[in-house]
C-alpha cells in the first residue's frame, strides 16, 4: 500500500471528449507526477507539480493539463480526447525531504485505464 | 539513444531459483538515480529497490538486490528465491539531475515464475 489513490479505474471516452482524471496522495507527498502508460510500454512523464505550481513537463501537447491542490490531490485534464491517448494513467508522489523540496522515490498510484474509442 | 535499455522482453524461472534482469542507462549527469519497480496485471507501479549514482555498495531490499556498475552503466536487478508471486513485469528507471525528480523508464521484463 503506497497510500496513493486514484479514480476512476477504467474510464471510457469517446474521440473529442474531455476528461479529468484524479489522484490522492499522501499527508507531506508535496511532489505530484503523471505517467501516460501505451499498451506493452514503460510510463512516459507528463508533467510533475511541486506545491500546486508545474515543474516540469514531458513531451506532451498542451491538451493534457493538471491541477494540484493543497490538500495533496490532483487532477489531469485532457481535452480533445484522441484514439492514442487510449492508456493507463499513473500517479506518482514524492514525500516532503528533510530540506525540504521531495526525495528520489516515488510511489505510485493503481492507475486509471482510459479508453477512447 | 534510448537512456534506459532493457533487453529481455521476457524471462522464465523455476519457483526458487534466482534470476538476472538487465538494465543498461545513458547519462552524462554524474549524479543520479536508478531504480526497479514491479507491475503485476493490476497495473500499480511497486517500487522494489533504488540505487543512487554516489552509492559505493549495491543496493539490496530482501529478497532483491541491485548488480550496480557504474563503468558499464548497468543496473541488473536480482531476485533471489523466485517465488510464483514474482511473476509481473518488471521496469528499470533512472531520475537524472534534471532539477526535477522525473522517472525515464526501461520497456520492461516480464518474468514468469513457474512451479
Known amino acids: 500500500e503506497t497510500g496513493v489513490t486514484q479514480s476512476p479505474t477504467h474510464l471510457i471516452k469517446t474521440r473529442g471528449q474531455q476528461v479529468t482524471l484524479r489522484c490522492s496522495s499522501q499527508?507531506?507527498?508535496?511532489?505530484v507526477s503523471w505517467y501516460q502508460q501505451a499498451l506493452g510500454q514503460g510510463p512516459q512523464f507528463i508533467f510533475q507539480?511541486?506545491?500546486?505550481?508545474?515543474?516540469g513537463r514531458g513531451n506532451f501537447p498542451p491538451r493534457f493539463s493538471g491541477l494540484q491542490f493543497p490538500n495533496y490531490s490532483s487532477e489531469l485534464n485532457v481535452n480533445a480526447l484522441e484514439l492514442d491517448d487510449s492508456a493507463l494513467y499513473l500517479c506518482a508522489s514524492s514525500p516532503e525531504g528533510p530540506a525540504g523540496g521531495s526525495t528520489d522515490t516515488q510511489y505510485f498510484g493503481p492507475g486509471t485505464r482510459l479508453t477512447v474509442l | 539513444a534510448q537512456k534506459i535499455t532493457q533487453t529481455q522482453p521476457g524471462m522464465f524461472v523455476q519457483e526458487k531459483e534466482a534470476v538476472t534482469l538487465d538494465c543498461t542507462y545513458d547519462t552524462s549527469d554524474p549524479s543520479y538515480g536508478l531504480f526497479w519497480y514491479k507491475q503485476p496485471s493490476s497495473g500499480e507501479m511497486i517500487f522494489l529497490i533504488y540505487q543512487g549514482s554516489y552509492d559505493q555498495q549495491n543496493a539490496t531490499e530482501g529478497r532483491y538486490s541491485l548488480n550496480f556498475q557504474k563503468a558499464r552503466k548497468s543496473a541488473n536487478l536480482v531476485i533471489s528465491a523466485s517465488q510464483l508471486g514474482d511473476s509481473a513485469m518488471y521496469f528499470c528507471?533512472?531520475?537524472?539531475?534534471?532539477?526535477?525528480?522525473?522517472?525515464?523508464f526501461g520497456k520492461g521484463t516480464m518474468l514468469l515464475v513457474s512451479p
Open positions: 507539480y511541486y506545491r500546486e505550481e508545474e515543474n
Open positions: 499527508s507531506g507527498h508535496n511532489t
Open positions: 528507471a533512472m531520475r537524472e539531475n534534471s532539477g526535477y525528480s522525473t522517472l525515464t
